[in-house]
């Protein structure tokens, strides 16, 4: 149920040059709960308006960890951001929320889960809450950003591909200067390496969160390999 609840920031974690992370606990109600993929919403104030503006933004954190709500953003200069930025650990805030219906289907078809940016957020969360339940549905995670300086949560993905056989992770970078980078991973954009991972997308879910060009793109490359559900969430 959509409700405001109360929150101290309990971490802000500088993740790269321009993307945070912030985890709040949630102090009351205490019946904070939530879905992996939804979101939630700050009010934040303008510089040139006196009227507040509603900011949303995806829960990287997944619904196991109790009491707990974490955004993963990147800093654009806007009101929410700048709100964001100001927060500093033990402040408290206020936030409304869960917010959303960009959630995992409950069938047995394979997931694609393409992002670019901060895209990857609602991602995280239903990952760790799919993966941790034992879910037995193969898994891919393609991700994309622009250069090394860029890269997060990799590590914590690579991991998790280790751990679970059902589930492998492909990250690329659209605008890495090779051959002077140490980047030994995948260069271009995550179109081009759709067909690296399906040639036929007929049993495939794919879940598509990043800017609208991306989101156009992938949605024409999956549609034309097959029958594939997509699902997506424009994130800036």
Known sequence: MVQQYKAKVLHARQLTHDVRELTFEVLEPGDWNYKAGQYISFTCPRDDNPKPIARLYSLSSHPAQKGVAQITYNYVGGPGTKFLQSLKEGQDVDFKGPFGNFLLKNNDRDVLFAATGTGIAPFRSMLHDQLEQGSKRN????????????????????????????????????????????????????????????????????????????????????????????HREKYF
């Open 139 to 230: 898994f891919a995670l393609l991700w994309g950003v622009r250069q090394s300086e860029d890269l997060y949560y990799q590590a914590e993905f690579n991991d998790m591909a280790k751990q679970y056989p059902n589930f492998k992770f492909y990250m690329t970078l659209s605008q890495e200067k090779a051959p002077e980078s140490e980047w030994k991973g995948l260069h271009g954009r995550i179109t081009a390496h759709v067909k690296d991972i399906y040639t036929n997308t007929d049993n495939v879910d794919a879940y598509l969160c990043g800017s609208d060009y991306m989101i156009k793109d992938m949605t024409e490359l999956l549609m034309s390999l097959g029958q594939c559900n997509v």
